[in-house]
Structures are given as C-alpha cells and as structure tokens.
C-alpha cells in the first residue's frame, strides 16, 4: 500500500476520483472487466461521499441569525 492509499482522502479528492472513473466510463474505452471495476469503485466513492455529506449536515445544526443569536436549524432544512 502506498504512502497516499494510508492516507485519508479529502472529500473534494474523493470527488475528483469519482468524476475522473464517470469520464473514463463515459468514454468508453475501457476493457469490460476494467469497467466493472471502476464501476464498483466509483459506487464505493459516492457512497463515502454520501456518508461524509451527512455528517457534515448533522454538524451544522446551527445557523447565526442577523442580530449575531444562533438559532437551531429545522431539521427538514
């Protein structure tokens, strides 16, 4: 394993996978077991995306009003 697969990813690093194997299916030059491969990879990414985009929204459960207060977000947004 290499230094940067030890490393954790940032999300927009893991967004640049994931466009990168949807360009590289896109175009369609890749051998079929080359392509389920990236398929299954790039579904493992956008679930982890998902999953950091979630914990990041239950992060901010709270929004500053114009008088410098903060006020609990409504959970439906």
């Known amino acids: 394993m290499s ?7 940032t999300f927009e690093e893991n ?13 369609g030059d890749v051998p079929l077991e080359d392509a389920i491969a990236e ?3 790039g579904m493992r990414l956008s679930k982890k995306l998902e999953n950091t985009l979630q914990e990041a929204e239950k992060t ?12 609990e977000m409504d959970a439906n947004g």
């Open 3 to 9: 230094n940067k697969e030890k490393t954790k990813k």
């Open 15 to 27: 967004l640049q996978d994931l466009e990168a194997i949807v360009s590289k299916l896109e175009n």
């Open 39 to 41: 398929f299954q990879e």
């Open 60 to 71: 901010l459960v709270k929004v500053m009003q114009a008088d410098g207060t903060e006020k």
